[in-house]
């Protein structure tokens, strides 16, 4: 009897699930054609309904009422995932949340195999969590539970990275000695690994992975950064009030930069406490902005024009960011270089964790002969240059960079589950 199997991504930023059956592996279109979907929820207030990936994110830009929710992963193995959060007035928790995420995506793989699919590898960072091994085991744990509330009965879990690896494989002539960079939404993670062909079947490669090397920096950092440096400054950030000359309180804006913290700005305590600080500001007409925001709970369309603008900065040396939401005709010239200067310091952070896989893997950098560079950060201008410049003798794969993870845990869910 052959065991049907499948591989699930769940990213910080965007989501895939991929199907190993018989020896047909692929990707499920989980959104449209598209085999990757944003990792994105909206309930609508009305009866609290849920809209998954880029319809939740038009339901929420086009101002239905009802709640967003993004960069869920990230809360994994945190205090904030045993505590839930309000939805619409009803208390959920956060397994709930994901579970009905990751159903979404379930249902359309079982459609696709013909049948309810019992067998699953996770992916997984190298760590959810920097510095803490038992957040780490707990994260890992907590998305175990959410696999078998989804019904799956033989659960494994792969290092995203060597996932890659593993969906590049099948590309590989001879034998290469290969470091894979994923660069998520949330974290970053490397692995030396060993790379041929004729290794696709050995369903133990423990001696071809050489080292394993991860850091909670990812995209979401980046555009934390670019928002501080570029956007925020729009609506009073490190504007001054009273006769003392104090800067306005800064952790509003901090949390406003993240897409797991804005929702809990809503209160009308923060509300009030804006509004009469407004009266004591030096800036009145930005300041002023940031209560516009509040009250108007327009805070992810903030980090949605963040987002926009590093993604147009790809291509362009520079971008007029909008903020027609807050004001017609509002909008700001953010360029590459200012970009480029905010995430310098995480850059760098992502590049001592890539030289430190190598160190543990015994490796100079000259002798790795293929860079796989995966995982929508890797866009980044910057980044491609980082990598570029530290392997330049290797040859770069960044091909499939949203669904190559999905895929190769596909091919480990079929050597496991064989």
Same mark, same amino acid.
């Given at each position: $009897? ?20 018989? &020896? ?6 989980? @959104?449209?054609?598209?085999? =990757?979907?944003?990792?994105? $929820? ?21 101002? /239905? ?16 995932m045993k505590q839930g959060t309000m939805v619409n007035g009803e208390h959920m ?6 579970? =009905? ?10 459609? /696709?195999?013909?049948?309810? #699919?019992?067998?699953?590898? $996770? %992916?997984?960072?190298?760590?959810? #969590?920097?510095?803490?091994? @038992? ?26 990275? #060597?996932?890659?690896? !593993? ?5 590989? &002539? %001879? ?14 993670? !490397?692995?030396?690994?060993? *790379?041929?062909?004729k290794n696709i079947g050995k369903p133990d490669r423990t001696e071809d992975i ?35 000359? *104090? ?18 700005l809503y209160t009308p305590k923060i509300i009030s406490q804006t509004r009469q ?31 926009? =603008? ?63 560079? =995966? ?13 570029? &410049? ?13 669904? &190559? ?14």
């Open positions: $009897m052959t065991s049907v199997s499948c591989g699930i991504d769940f990213g910080t930023s965007n989501s895939s699930i991929a199907v190993a059956n018989n &020896s047909n592996i692929s990707l499920v279109p989980v @959104e449209g054609t598209s085999v =990757t979907t944003p990792s994105a $929820m909206f309930f609508l207030r009305k009866g609290n309904v849920p809209f998954y990936g880029r319809e939740a994110m038009h339901q929420f830009l086009t101002r /239905q009422p009802g709640r967003l929710m993004r960069s869920l992963k990230r809360v994994l193995g945190t205090p904030i928790k956060f397994d709930q949340i994901i579970a =009905t995420f990751l159903q979404n995506l379930k249902e359309k793989a079982d459609f /696709q195999a013909g049948t309810e #699919i019992e067998n699953v590898v $996770m %992916g997984r960072p190298v760590n959810f #969590i920097d510095n803490d091994p @038992e957040a780490n085991l707990r994260a890992q744990d907590e998305l175990a539970k959410v696999a078998r509330l989804l019904g799956f009965k033989n659960i494994d879990f792969q290092y995203e990275p #060597i996932a890659a690896a !593993f969906a590049h494989e099948v590309n590989v &002539s %001879g034998e290469k000695l290969a470091l894979v960079a994923d660069l998520g939404g949330g974290t970053s993670d !490397f692995t030396v690994i060993k *790379l041929s062909a050489l080292a394993n090397t991860g850091v909670r920096i990812g995209g979401n950092d980046f555009d934390k950064d670019l928002s501080l440096s570029a956007i925020m400054p729009e609506i009073g950030f490190k504007t001054t009030y009273g006769t003392k000359n *104090l800067e306005v309180p800064l952790r509003h804006y901090y949390d406003l930069s993240e897409w797991s913290k804005v929702n809990f600080l407004l009266f004591e500001s030096h800036d009145k007409v930005r300041y002023g902005r940031l209560l516009q925001v509040l009250e108007q709970e327009t805070g992810h369309a903030l980090l949605a024009v963040t987002e926009e =603008t590093k993604i147009a900065l790809t291509d362009s040396p520079s971008y007029d960011t909008p903020f027609e939401f807050i004001e017609e005709g509002l909008s700001t010239q953010v360029t590459r270089e200012q970009f480029d200067i905010a995430i310098s310091q995480q850059i760098e952070k992502v590049a001592v964790a890539a030289r430190q896989c190598l160190a543990d893997a015994h490796v100079k950098a000259e002798q790795i002969e293929l860079v796989i560079l =995966t995982g929508g950060t890797t866009e980044v201008p910057a980044v491609q240059a980082e990598f570029r &410049s530290l392997f330049p003798n290797a040859s770069i794969a960044d091909e499939n960079k949203l669904s &190559s993870v999905g895929l190769g845990l596909a091919y480990d869910s079929q050597n496991k589950f064989r």
